[in-house]
């Protein structure tokens, strides 16, 4: 094993020891069996005015219905040279899945009865319905009464859209609309004749183009030799509509983020993609990618750009907020994940996210309420009840510290212990393993994350971690069973940087390295007697045990039968050649005869490895005397030890 996957052997948490920002992409919550209830009822739900497009929400609660039909009116012309219009806005900002709102468009209907306006909208609402009431199982795994209901909304929106093409046949938006209805009601053999209609009246409409293209995917039917003949009609309309590209620019991402690592890992994919074509969706996922690696400055440039491009996606403002609050920009993160919940009311995490920062900025009323609103989209979540309680208690008693207890996710066992003060984390945050033993141990200054103590399954302290900025950084400390320092060095974002040393349990040291960025930089230098063996210096040492970091805690050569611990074999060397080496490990009695025989093997890339085996004396068989280790690397000795054993 080299000295870095040693190093990385012990940190098994990831470098970044606070919240994932990347991660919760997708609604937070698992989807019910049912159709989910109203997040905001009536009254609660206010339009976010400095978005584009909310005047609408805003014009239709407070019933302005013949201005708003006055308004859009003009947006259902056909697009043409701009690829979309102010329309999919409207139709995005009021498409919302409240189910009270559906006498709000009803009696707006009937103000305007003669306009398409109100019968689109309401068209697309009722397919929202539809979506959210069917969930995201396949249809085969999907309970009949939701299905049931799913078809009951989209013959609404069906009837709808009957009424407004008898109105307006000129506009395409129809047509985009029974395409997402008509896949999912299993009608393959009809849509391309519903698209074809809709191209006939506007060829730019991306929403009509895009629509088809995921008709077109096996899960709904169609298949993978369809979906690239589609693309290949596209291609063809890239120079007059240069924004359908970004349909293609979809299946690039698609397949980046179906390959494995991290979003991190893949920037320059990412990059590549953006070169093809640029919109908010590539901006997003270069933000993600950015801040998955703590590269919070680059990672804005490109979340802004997604908002300013689409401001409508859920998911950029909830990111956005967590890296304003990461940045010590409470008041925008909070801002910013209010917009998150507001613009996708059934992500549990956006609520959590915003009770979180609430709760930060010592809002408790507001905090409690976003918890609450959590618990009510994810009701088996007993996680929040938890921060519900917490904050009850906070308010009441601001001044005094307060502790939140989070169960499992089995509520089977406690899993952590939080003490906080004034809203955040102050002191001791305590996580405890299976047998309800802590793991680990973080301690906190105001809300900041110092530093954390990892434990060994055993119980001791095995490692103390410097944190900076909710990265390992700083000193770092390896601790031994009885409490002593067996390794120092510096963390650097988690690599591994200037000097490390290793030691035995009475402080002398083993051998020392310097790193930088992770790597070993130069050669190890071993403190206990070596030699040289065809360029190489090797050394051979006995132990009474082998730390956690795979070094001895001592240098011995005497050992007692009657303490029946094991006599454990340690080499190690510099200036190995790279690939895989196998070591044996001999050893041999007071009378000469081989009671253990171990091979090991294993792989360097830096020239640096080690190796042990151990054998536990047999107090009944093996007798005192004069015994003989004797070590070889790939068939040749390197190494002899002559041991007393009492």
Sequence with gaps: MSA????????????TVGLCLWMQDAVAREKLDSVPPDIFTEGALQPELALPGEQYLEMLLNRRYEELTQVLEPYLKPVQGKGSSEFDTALTVLGRTEKWLEKYFSEWVEATPDSAVPYLVRSNYYTEQGLEARGEKYLRETPRAQISEMKRLFKLSFGDIDKATSLNDLTAYPYAMKLNMAMRLGKHEELRGIYEAGIKRDPALYWLSNAYYW????????SV????????????????????????????IDDINQKPGEPCDKIPEYRKALEFHENSWINYQLGRAYSCNRDFKEALVYLRKSIEQWPHRAITWRLLGAIEHEKGRHDKAYDASRIAT???????????????????????????????LASLVSPGNASYSEYIGLVKRSAADPNSPQQLALLTDDESR??????????????????????????????????????????????????????????YSGPYWEYSPSGKVI?????????????L?????NGKPLYSGVY??????????FWVPSKQIDGMTVIAVAANGISHVNTPLSAQTTFHLKDGKPIYLYTAMEGLSAGKHEVIFKLYDSQGEECMEVPVSGSTEDGFNFYYAYYTPNKKEDQPGDWKAVIFLDGDQIATMPLTVL
């Design 342 to 372: 507001h613009l996708n009311p059934q992500d549990d995490f956006a609520f959590f996210q915003l009770g979180n920062i609430a709760l930060y900025l010592e809002k408790y009323p507001e905090a409690e309420q976003a918890y609450l």
């Design 414 to 471: 406690v899993a952590s212990k939080t003490t906080y003060l004034h809203g955040k984390k102050n002191g001791q945050s305590i996580f405890y393993d299976e047998a309800n033993r802590p793991r680990e141990v973080q301690y906190f200054e105001d809300g900041k994350l110092k530093y954390s103590d990892l434990f060994h399954p055993d119980g001791y302290r095995a490692t103390r971690l410097s944190v900076k900025v909710d990265l």
């Design 516 to 525: 930088e960025n992770g790597q070993k930089k130069g050669k190890i230098k």
């Design 487 to 499: 390794s120092l060095g510096t963390l650097d974002k988690g690599n591994a940087e200037g000097l």
């Design 215 to 222: 008709t077109q995917v096996p899960a709904w039917g169609g």
């Design 501 to 505: 040393v290793r030691s035995f349990e």
């Design 225 to 252: 030799a369809d979906q690239n003949r589609f693309l290949g009609e596209l291609k063809r309309q890239y120079s007059k509509y240069p924004w359908l590209k970004g349909i293609e620019l979809d299946v690039m």
């Design 4 to 15: 870095k996957h040693q190093i990385f052997a012990l940190l098994l948490l990831p470098i």
